[in-house]
């Protein structure tokens, strides 16, 4: 047997096996970012919300354009808000309240070079945040124009958003 062969029956024996039920370390070592995805969610349940952030963020950072980037997005924006409630007052040099804010930031702004505006994703991030949180989307938006073509706003009361909304895209 010629090693093309071989080569092309391994990869349809991988192909259905990761398709069994089992074989998730399998499918862990075929689809990296879906195994962080698995963790991570995992790590939620056992509420061990850092290893699960840590999980999430590795997604982004090491596969920034796949689809499970955009799906850990609004368990990780979750995670953050926890993080950023909790330690804004008591710890305001912790990473929830110094980088984790702009990491956030640039990766929701990624999401908003598609073609549609991700709704659940700025709810995810913005409601219930400070109102000031948002100025920090807005500066970025100055930054890189790319980013205001949705002509995004908030609505708060008292200072904490309530919603978050996109107007047309402007092309």
């Not at 804010?101 to 700025?122: C, H, N, T």
Request: proline content about 8%; charged content about 20%; overall charge negative.
């Amino acid at each position: 047997m010629r090693a093309s062969s071989r080569f092309a029956i391994v990869c349809l024996a991988l192909a259905w096996l990761t398709g069994l039920p089992g074989c998730a370390a399998l499918r862990g070592l075929m689809n990296p970012p879906g195994r962080l995805l698995e963790q991570a969610r995992t790590a939620v349940e056992q509420k061990d919300l850092e290893a699960a952030y840590r999980d999430l963020a590795s997604i982004r950072k090491r596969y920034p354009d796949s689809a499970e980037s955009r799906e850990a997005f609004p368990l990780a924006a979750a995670i953050f808000q926890n993080g950023y409630f909790r330690d804004r007052y008591q710890q305001p040099d912790s990473h929830w309240v110094t980088t984790e804010p702009g990491f956030l930031l640039d990766w929701f702004a990624s999401l908003l070079s598609g073609p549609e505006f991700p709704q659940a994703e700025a709810e995810a991030l913005f409601v219930g945040m400070p109102y000031g949180y948002f100025r920090e989307l807005l500066a970025l938006a100055e930054a890189r124009p790319e980013l205001s073509r949705w002509g995004v706003r908030a609505a708060d009361d008292n200072g904490i958003i309530e919603s978050v909304a996109a107007g047309s895209p402007s092309p």
